[in-house]
């Protein structure tokens, strides 16, 4: 319905203004930008649908946001001004814990404020560890230790998943409508007609995706150091995608999972890092690296023993 009130609703317009800025003591010339709208036409009616809060909709159509009103040759005066460096740190890599603490919230936002709908997010708290376990066992994520990190097949999956789709305001938008279902205050035939509507739409919309953008079943973690070509992590191995070339490391070391991190470390610098707690045969602890040898085989180096071991 929100749909199509805006595709018949009234186009969109703004103009541009340029502003160009000459300091007396300078030669050098400053400009500023800014698009401002005349009339926001149908985007009013998608701001109303999206922004659920009454400050955040005023906030967001606040003219003293724009740039104010100004004259030729005005005169401003001059303020003092410093410049400082800061970095950005990225977010944390997901954990087993927090991607389920995150599946629970997720598109509580993304419900009308006020409304006595339960917010439910992604799943349900039996469904939740089968949907991350799903997730690894199609290879679209792989634990690495305790992080859980996305691999190359679901990245390129989501490049090509429709923005409508992955939102989880569709899972919002609904589970109220299921919910409304329930009570008796929405027809479910209407929302079945709703749901055909929306499937239409994405199928018109994307039905054709970039080739550019099929995604491979396996994830590569770096350059074959025999041919120089592709090594993808298999279930059991790191292996190059020549089958003729051969080259291969089992994740299976002592006993311990061998993380993509690790296995990207020993194809781009010869060695992991010391790995902590492998086992022996004899079923005795220690640690040691993983490192290629001259014949690109893997060995155990020991960093308090005068020998190698041979993988």
């Not at 799943?123 to 066992?137: C, D, F, K, W, Y």
């Not at 999972?257 to 079923?283: I, M, P, R, W, Y």
Request: aromatic share 10%; hydrophobic share 30%.
């Amino acid at each position: 319905a929100v749909r199509l009130c805006a595709a018949v609703g009234e186009d969109y317009k703004y103009s541009t203004l340029t502003v160009e800025l000459k300091s007396d003591n300078s030669d050098k010339l400053f400009a500023a930008y800014q698009t401002y709208p005349d009339n926001f036409g149908w985007k009013y009616i998608d701001a109303c649908v999206r922004i659920k809060s009454k400050k955040e909709l005023e906030s967001h159509f606040n003219p003293n946001k724009y740039l104010p009103s100004l004259c030729l040759n005005k005169k401003f005066s001059t303020v003092t001004a410093t410049v400082s460096e800061h970095f950005t740190s990225p977010p944390k890599q997901f954990t087993d814990a927090t991607l389920l603490s995150a599946m629970e919230t997720a598109g509580n936002t993304d419900y009308v404020e006020g409304s006595d709908v339960e917010k439910k997010g992604l799943g349900t708290p039996a469904t939740r560890a089968g949907i991350i376990e799903n997730l690894v066992s199609r290879e679209y994520i792989v634990r690495d230790g305790k992080k859980i990190l996305p691999t190359d097949r679901g990245i390129k999956l989501i490049e090509c998943v429709p923005d409508d789709v992955k939102s989880a305001k569709m899972t919002a938008v609904w589970e109220t409508a299921l919910q409304g279902i329930e009570k008796g205050i929405v027809s479910a035939e209407e929302f079945m007609l709703q749901i055909e509507d929306t499937v239409r739409y994405l199928v018109q919309t994307y039905s054709s995706v970039d080739s550019s953008k099929h995604f491979e079943r396996w994830s590569v973690v770096g350059v074959c150091p025999v041919c120089g070509k592709k090594v993808y992590a298999y279930p059991k191995s790191y292996s190059c995608e020549d089958k003729n070339c051969g080259f291969t490391v089992w994740k299976n070391i002592c006993g311990k999972n061998l993380t993509v991190t690790q296995a990207e470390k020993l194809l781009t610098k010869g060695k992991t890092d010391t790995l902590k707690g492998l086992k022996s045969k004899s079923g005795k602890t220690f640690d040691a690296a993983l490192k290629l040898n001259s014949e690109n085989k893997t060995e155990l180096v020991f960093a308090n023993s005068k020998y190698k071991k041979g993988k």
